[in-house]
């Protein structure tokens, strides 16, 4: 028996015993998916059987032919133009990660591998993670029953705070306190401008950006996803809740008055949170590193796309 690093003793796991299906959504990332395919080209090599999944939602750059080009025999790629016909981003993605459980679980083979790891095939996805720190990972996903998945950390800034629910660091939807703080700090009938957001968000930010040193303990949570997520796919198909893109905000403005606000939320939040909810443990593993970032920042003009009329 081996100890993995800040946990409990494992055997060390041959990965070519294991079966995985790798799984992401795409569009416009003509830039980035040929280093990511071939990322998970890459990672495929250390398993027995592997398959992928990939939905891609109507771009309007070369990400369709890069995809039809590289498409192998156990690759299934979806041309999903109709999600655009979709009223916003969370929405989308909210739909394009429920088809490809949909699709997982109408694939006998793919339902019967044993990892399910999904990924952002954007510039983040263009990092290659050290192959010990993947074999390190899946050891830690195993050394225990319930722990159902675990997931990256970045060099500098964590960046995935929107996805990240931790009762220490941050169990809260870090753009619905944005929100909260603007409408605690204006009257009703004031327009949310982008200054606003500004102001909100630089106050926000001081209070959730976070980093994790690679030598850091892992970090137990009830959601995170940081680009790469390796989950057991028992847990997966097990899971009775799916990918939600929405919520409602119930807010109280300056002035005392109450408001509503239909949100897009991060859609990972819901589908983890039912993991958890059914005993499983999930963690974010800080030495599983697939990237550099400088700064975390809050763009006020994603708040405003995420506010839903």
């Known amino acids: ?59 309007s750059d070369t990400t369709k032919e890069i995809l039809k080009e590289n498409q192998g025999k156990n690759d299934i790629y979806l041309f999903c133009d109709e999600f655009n016909k979709l009223p916003n981003r969370g929405h989308r993605l909210e739909s394009a990660r429920n088809l490809i459980i949909k699709t997982i679980k109408q694939n006998e083979n793919i339902a019967n591998c044993d990892l399910f790891i999904l990924m952002d095939l954007d510039d983040i996805g263009v990092y290659r993670i050290n192959d010990n720190d993947i074999l390190n990972a899946i050891n830690f996903l195993f050394s225990e029953k319930n722990i159902a998945g675990v997931f990256a950390n970045q060099l500098g800034a ?54 994790f040193n690679r030598n850091h303990p892992p970090i137990q949570v009830k959601s995170a996803f940081g680009g790469f997520g390796i989950y ?42 039912g993991l958890v909810s059914k005993g499983n443990k999930l963690y974010v593993l800080p030495y599983l590193i697939n990237g550099i970032f400088l700064s975390y920042e809050l763009k006020a003009e994603t708040a405003l796309k995420l506010m839903i009329n």
């Open 1 to 59: 028996m081996e100890r993995n690093q800040h946990g409990p003793p494992i055997k060390i796991m041959n990965l070519k015993n294991l079966n995985v299906v790798f799984a992401g959504c795409v569009k416009n990332c003509s830039k980035f998916l040929p280093k990511s395919l071939d990322n998970i080209k890459y990672y495929s090599s250390f398993f027995g059987q592997s398959y992928s999944i990939i939905i891609e939602n109507g771009s």
């Open 232 to 273: 057991k796919m028992k847990s997966v198909l097990e899971n009775s809740e799916k990918y939600k893109g929405s919520q409602i905000l119930n807010l109280i403005s300056k002035d005392n008055k109450n408001a509503t606000m239909k949100y897009q939320k991060c859609e990972h939040v819901n589908f983890n949170e």
């Open 158 to 211: 964590y960046f995935d705070m929107w996805t990240l629910r931790e009762e220490k660091y941050c169990d809260v939807d870090i753009w619905a306190e944005v929100f909260k703080f603007l409408m605690e700090n204006k009257n009703f009938s004031d327009q949310i401008n982008r200054k606003h957001l500004e102001d909100a968000k630089k106050i926000i930010l001081d209070k959730y950006t976070l980093s």
